[in-house]
């Protein structure tokens, strides 16, 4: 039997919202707005977008920030139960995020421990936040801009060990994740974008649904 591993996205998809998009809203000057319209018409990359949203904060802001999340993120439904099962049954875990460290790791803290978390890093050591980027787009990777390159991370974790690859994400930035994965459950954008480009979905809302559809995959002894 193929051992199956899960790679799983985190803003939009385990919270039902996108942090980054949260924290503009409630900490950033309005500038912030014409940054993000450059990022999703792709005159910016994701990497520098992220990076110039975030020169819009000051650092002595984080824990006001961190603590906004912790009190506003809404966890989508079925997510503690879901990890439970994939540590029941042994199927590793992973979170691939293009989130920040300092608040997807508070914000997963209640429901580890995972095989891993991978994402983005915030410096708060100079006078507005900056970013850092541990998990660059290997030479496969088309863009060169990911910011946390999703396909990367999945390259070097699964692809040498025949391994059935289950992909979850809910936006365009887990595309190309998605075209790796054997298994592609999705929603909103992610969904739409497999549509166009030809890529069969399993369809989630909650992660009931992504429970079943392992279930149905027959990965569980
Ligand atoms: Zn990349």
């Known amino acids: 039997m193929t051992r199956p591993i899960i790679f799983c996205d985190f803003d939009g998809t385990i919270t039902e919202t996108d942090n ?14 014409a940054i993000k319209d450059d990022i999703l018409d792709q005159t910016l ?6 990076s110039r949203l975030f020169s819009l904060i000051p650092s002595s802001k984080k824990e006001d920030m961190v603590q906004y999340l912790r009190d ?30 300092f608040f997807v790791h508070p914000l997963l803290e209640a ?3 995972f095989h891993g978390v991978y994402c983005n890093e915030a410096s708060f050591n100079d006078s507005t936040i900056s970013i850092l980027w541990p998990h660059p787009c290997d030479e496969q990777c088309g863009s060169g801009g990911c910011g946390c390159c999703k396909p990367s991370i ?20 887990d595309l190309e994740m998605a075209k790796l994965g054997d298994t592609v459950m999705a929603r909103d954008f992610l969904a739409e974008k497999c549509m166009e480009n ?17 279930e149905k995959e027959g990965v569980v002894r």
């Open 72 to 101: 506003s993120a809404v966890i989508r439904e079925g997510f503690e139960e879901f990890v439970d099962y994939t540590a029941k049954h042994g199927i590793p875990l992973y979170i691939v995020s293009g989130g920040l460290d």
């Open 111 to 113: 429901y580890g421990p």
């Open 45 to 50: 990359s994701i990497k520098e977008g992220v």
């Open 198 to 214: 030809g890529i069969p979905f399993i369809h989630f809302e909650t992660f009931h649904d992504c429970k079943e559809a392992l």
């Open 154 to 173: 999945l390259r070097t974790l699964s692809l040498s060990e025949g391994s059935k690859v289950f992909v979850i994400g809910d936006s365009v930035t």
């Open 20 to 33: 980054i998009i949260s924290l503009m809203k409630t900490f950033a000057p309005p500038e912030w707005e």
